[in-house]
């Protein structure tokens, strides 16, 4: 199986840089995805990782460390909009479906 | 982008009854959907993989019976929750992978299910 952790919640300031952790255990390690998710909505994709290192999309950018099991996103300037839950989802051996985390509540205030 | 829609957004029924949610992929054909359920402040739990033409593949602990799938067209999908009861009343979210595209899929805005 898999065991995925990162923070139940988070409270940022409007215009301020936030960093959003998850670790992951799992064994063949296949990617790792991002995804936002506004309260009573669906999920939206933000980033997917495969490789180490880190991948910029104008204010987020996601970071891994297969050898750590360990990814973080990085959303710059902050906006009120950015309030919803980040989700850290991996995927694993053969399986091309990926394991969600339970997500970190992410409060931006002014 | 690609599209996923649901339908019930929101739906409330009696216990005993069952409920039907469709899943459509509006401009893609999506060879294999996903249905989720996921409760308040939790995690999106995958319930089953349904593939078009064939029968779904449930997860562990899923009741096959209770929650029927149904995917006949590349573009539709449906979950029956069947003899609904209180402990039903979920989140359910359907996504559906495009066939050209490996690394991503793309949901559906959800149907809010409550039982009484």
């Known amino acids: 199986g898999q065991n995925i952790d990162q923070p139940t919640e988070m409270t940022a300031t409007e215009g301020a840089i936030v960093q959003i952790n998850c670790t992951y255990q799992?064994?063949?390690?296949?990617?790792l995805f991002w995804y936002q998710q506004h309260a009573g909505e669906a999920p939206t994709f933000l980033s997917y990782?495969?490789?180490?290192g880190l991948e910029e999309k104008g204010r987020f950018s996601s970071f891994l460390s297969r050898s750590k099991g360990y990814s973080y996103l990085l959303l710059k300037e902050l906006q009120m909009k950015d309030s919803a839950s980040y989700l850290c989802?991996?995927?694993?051996?053969?399986?091309?479906?990926?394991?969600f985390g339970r997500g970190t509540s992410l409060i931006v205030h002014p | 982008g690609a599209v996923v829609s649901q339908h019930p957004s929101r739906v409330i029924c009696k216990s005993g009854t069952s409920v039907k949610i469709e899943c459509r992929s509006l401009?893609?054909?999506?060879?294999?959907m996903f249905w989720y359920r996921q409760f308040p402040k939790k995690s999106l739990m995958l319930m089953a993989t349904?593939?078009?033409?064939?029968?779904?593949?449930?997860e562990q602990g899923v009741e096959k019976d209770k929650f029927l799938i149904n995917h006949a067209s590349l573009t539709l999908s449906t979950l029956t929750v069947t003899s609904a009861h209180p402990e039903d009343s979920s989140f359910y979210i359907c996504?559906?992978?495009?066939?050209?595209?490996?690394?991503?899929?793309?949901f559906g805005p959800g149907t809010r299910l409550l039982v009484l």
């Open positions: 996504s559906a992978k495009n066939f050209g595209e490996q690394e991503t899929q793309y």
């Open positions: 799992t064994s063949g390690f296949n990617g």
């Open positions: 990782n495969v490789l180490d």
């Open positions: 989802a991996v995927r694993s051996g053969g399986s091309y479906i990926p394991t």
């Open positions: 401009d893609f054909q999506a060879t294999t």
């Open positions: 349904s593939n078009e033409g064939s029968k779904a593949t449930y």
